[in-house]
């Protein structure tokens, strides 16, 4: 083997693990063996080579896809690498582009760490002193542009979230030490067992239980990057409580429930994306719906259920059985809520097709790009908290 093949490849796999892909040594070994033998004669076979190699998650697409362009783009090393002729040297530099999702975190990869680091005395007070405020510009970073330490610090924040008291009264009866509500089997059994000469009253109350909460999470490509840390947002939700029951859709519905009650939620984010196989694919919000609303609404939608509607609405094949499905499920739950990221933009207008055909059947419409605006919405779970995001507004708004 001549030139650097080795290191420049090494160099790239340890980027790729610093950045959050799961890279070990003999996937590096792998991909050295691929591209030593020069059958790759272009580009797009080296770039897909790699990713059969160190891509093992959907959810490590998108690094990947900005790492590779960063890496051999800067060092313009694509073809030099395939001729196997030249080191790792610093390219020119490119002209500044719009921010994407995982690029912070890509070029914080390629980044060697800053060596003056000062007086460790310094360091801890001055740590110190911005961790009030670090936290508060962490509630109002987009997740798209998070780096991987600020993206494992909002998952931290995320599982820290405290969920509203939203109990609700069913048709049920427990015991109770007081009320108005005498029982009257319990107050049987109690006097009898005095031999009748006296009355023991026993009292009762109707249970009260969280309402279930139902999510449907759009998991196509332009939503890959926020549907990843909602589902975070729903492992915690979970693990908080019984009744949650969660759903993926891209060109099919997927019921990822069992997936997401596994206690470690790496482990879970990667069930579920092996149990949806059109991760990070195309979005057929209709056919999803319909699918939810034909097997699945009768089975979760009782007790007052809250719909959690988490996608984009940019539905590329529309017809009127969106607007349908979307009449027949706010029907059938107690409140509908769709969550936008598209709502991070200050210039957005409800102006596409599909999402001027949902508007009108949800009960709210809110932002789900950063901690802030998850905040928001554990608030207005709560039973008596107002109804914000009035989806006629933005109807109006856009005429």
């Known amino acids: 083997m001549t030139g650097k093949l080795a290191e420049n490849i090494a160099y790239f796999g340890r980027a790729l693990r610093v950045a959050g892909v799961k890279v070990g040594p003999g996937a590096v070994v792998e991909a050295v063996e691929a591209l030593a033998d020069g059958a790759l004669g272009r580009r797009e076979d080296v770039y897909w080579a790699l990713h059969a190699i160190f891509v093992k998650r959907h959810e490590d697409t998108v690094i990947y896809d900005q790492a590779f362009r960063l890496f051999w783009r800067r060092r313009a090393l694509i073809e030099k690498l395939m001729a196997q002729m030249s080191p790792i040297a610093p390219g020119g530099e490119s002209k500044p582009e719009k921010a994407e999702a995982g690029a912070l975190r890509v070029a914080e990869a390629f980044t060697p760490p800053d060596q003056d680091r000062g007086e460790p005395t310094e ?5 110190a002193r911005l961790t009030v405020s670090d936290r508060e510009m962490l509630k109002s970073r987009d997740f798209a542009q998070m780096s991987a330490a600020e993206l494992a610090r909002a998952k931290q924040l995320i599982a820290e979230l405290r969920l509203p008291d939203d109990m609700v009264p069913t048709r049920r009866f427990q015991a ?6 005498i029982d009257p089997r319990r107050t049987f059994r109690r006097s009898l067992r ?3 000469a006296s009355i023991d009253l026993a009292f009762r109350e109707r249970a009260q239980v969280h309402p279930p909460v139902v999510a449907l999470v759009d998991i196509s490509g332009s939503m890959a990057e926020y549907s990843r840390i909602f589902l975070h947002f729903l492992h915690a939700l979970t693990e908080k409580r019984r009744r949650v029951h969660s759903f993926v859709f891209g060109t099919r519905l997927t019921n990822v429930t069992r997936m997401l009650r596994a206690r ?5 984010l990667a069930l579920a994306g092996k149990a949806a196989p059109d991760w990070e694919g195309g979005t057929r919000i209709a056919t999803a719906l319909h699918a939810f609303n034909r097997v ?11 719909v959690l509607l988490f996608t984009d609405g940019l539905e590329r094949h529309l017809d009127d059985e969106l607007g349908f499905e979307m009449d027949r499920l706010q029907r059938s739950c107690r409140q509908l809520v769709w969550l936008n990221p598209l709502l991070r933009y200050d210039g957005f207008e409800a102006r596409a097709s ?3 055909a949902m508007l009108p059947h949800v009960d709210s419409f ?6 802030a605006a998850m905040a928001d919405l554990c608030a207005a779970l709560a039973p008596d908290a107002g109804r914000e995001g009035d989806p006629r507004a ?3 708004k856009a005429g």
């Open 194 to 196: 005095g031999g009748g």
């Open 176 to 181: 109770a030490h007081l009320g108005a509500r």
């Open 123 to 127: 360091l801890t007070e001055l740590t």
């Open 296 to 306: 699945w609404s009768r089975r979760v939608l009782t007790g007052g259920a809250v």
């Open 264 to 268: 470690d939620p790496d482990e879970a």
């Open 354 to 356: 599909g999402i001027r």
């Open 366 to 371: 809110r932002p789900i790009h950063n901690l």
């Open 394 to 396: 933005w109807l109006k």
